[in-house]
Structures are given as C-alpha cells and as structure tokens.
C-alpha cells in the first residue's frame, strides 16, 4: 500500500567512477566504488536513515529530518574524501526535503526529481540542497550553508535556489563575506523593508521573505534587470542576512554611502540603507528599496 511521506531525500555518488574503471581496471575500480557505498550506506544507518536503494556508483536514500541527513552527508565527505585507499576519489552528494509517495521499497514524486537535480548541480566535495531544505535545518546547520546559485528543476515553472553546505570547518569558518556597517544594532530583532507605498517586516514571527518582479513574492519589485525571484531575506539566530539568487545581483549602500554588489552569494543586513535589484538604487530613485534595522 502506497504511504504519504514528508522526508529528507539524499543521493550520493562516486564522481568519475567511469575513469576509474579505464584507470586502473574493473577489479581495482569496483572494490573502490564499493567501499564508497559501504561507508555511504553505513552513514546513513547511523543517522537514523534508510537506503532506499544503490543504483551503480550511487546510494539513495532518505532521513526523518534534515539534520540527520546532513549528519551522514558529512560523515560520507569526510570518510571518503580522508580515505588512505591506493585510488583516491570523491563523491558528490544532493539533498532535498518534501513530500514523497512510498510504494514497498521505493519513493516516488517531485521531490525526489528535485533532490536528483541538487545531486547534478553538485562538484567533487560538495553537498548541495535547495532552499526549501535549508527553511527545515535547525540554525546550527544553516550557519553552515551559502547559497551559489539557481537551477530549473524538471516539472517545476519556478527556479529553485540552491545551497552548498560547507562541512569542511575551514569553509565554514570564513563562508559568509559580510560587511559591518553598525555593529551596535546586529542584535536588532525587527528588519523593516520600505518599497514606494508598500512595507514588509522580517522578525520572529516572519523570519523570511522573498523579493523579485513575480507576484507572489512578499515584496514585489517589477524591472527588466530583475528576477522573477531575485533575493531573499532570512532572520538567522539574531541576524538578518540577505541572499542574492538573481541573474544580475543586488547592489547595497548604507546610510553612509558605502556601497556592496553581491551575486548569488550572501551578506548580512545592518544599520539601515538601500537595496537595489540588478542595478544601484539611490534613496528616492523608483526601483530603491529602504531597509532599517530595529525596533
């Protein structure tokens, strides 16, 4: 009988398993590629996950939350890519959290499409979820993402944003390029976004908006620079951080004229200033949206 799940999807895979194989012969190769999905497979067992099944050089599985997905996500990474084997390699890994349909002992639906998508979008090394994903992460997880870019996902009209995860504590230690215009309000609790006659508030009880020229973002922001969904605005364990998901970036100035272009990267919001979508925006000039920190 078919069952309705909502669950973390993760594929992993062996990133040039092909040249393996031309390298050093299928025995060599195919010992290496199983000792990667042993330690993908026992990953995910001990992060409360299950195996749903391999498929050649890749695992699928899913997990009951994100931040155990995430867990034997790392534990693969660094397993592997510390691996004293002869033949060194690497994996890649996708995640995407939605609803699934459950049929014996596979899963079926859009989200399954688009945890397979994250997995394409991923290099050697790299872990990479959606956005969605990261709205499920408790804040100790999303301290450690950033976003890199936008994908088109088969079956979906919108992009979807995506996410790399940076598990290596070199990376994550230096992930967030930020700017601190005015240190005494960073522990503010309200963000207030003013655009000509409309106004959005990013606080506890709305900790994220979007922006960009699509109606059915929070603030809607019409141009021929600006994406459909251009940034986001996410309240981050006392901080307000803008993400640029855009073709053609955000630009920012704050109340002393200095001045920060981001594309498909992140920053943190402080002070009070303007942001402009895919071109610079002076106070009073149409296209500019005013922010302020605090109450």
Request: aromatic share 6%; net charge negative.
């Amino acid at each position: 009988m078919a069952k309705d799940l909502e669950v973390a999807i993760l594929f992993a895979d062996v990133v040039g398993s092909t040249q393996l194989y031309d390298k050093f012969g299928d025995t060599k190769a195919s010992e290496t590629v199983a000792r990667c999905l042993d330690v993908m497979k026992d990953a995910t067992h001990q992060f409360n996950g299950t195996v749903i099944k391999t498929i050649g050089d890749e695992v699928m599985a899913t997990f009951p939350t994100v931040d155990e997905a995430m867990g034997a996500a790392t534990q693969m990474q660094t397993l592997i890519s510390s691996g004293e084997d002869e033949i060194k390699v690497s994996i890649r890994i996708g995640c995407h959290f939605g609803p699934v349909v459950q049929e014996q002992n596979d899963i079926f639906g859009a989200a399954v499409h688009t945890a397979n998508r994250m997995t394409s979008q991923a290099k050697a090394k790299q872990i990479i979820i959606s956005g969605t994903t990261v709205e499920q992460m408790g804040p100790d997880w999303q301290a450690q993402t950033r976003q890199i870019d936008v994908a088109t996902v088969r079956g979906r009209i919108d992009e979807v944003a995506l996410f790399e995860v940076l598990w290596q504590p070199e990376e994550a230690t230096s992930m967030l390029p930020t700017i601190d215009w005015d240190s005494k309000n960073n522990a503010a609790t309200k963000l207030t976004l003013t655009f000509r006659d409309s106004t959005v508030v990013v606080n506890e009880g709305r900790k994220a908006i979007n922006m960009g020229r699509a109606d059915d973002n929070d603030l809607v922001v019409k141009g021929n620079l600006i994406s459909r969904i251009h940034a986001r605005i996410e309240m981050r364990r006392g901080k307000f951080v803008l993400i640029d998901q855009s073709t053609n970036g955000t630009f920012l100035e704050n109340a002393q004229g200095e001045e920060i272009f981001i594309r498909r990267d992140s920053t943190a919001l402080t002070g009070e200033g303007i942001i402009g979508l895919g071109r610079v925006a002076k106070a009073g000039t149409p296209l500019a949206v005013h922010f302020i920190c605090g109450d």
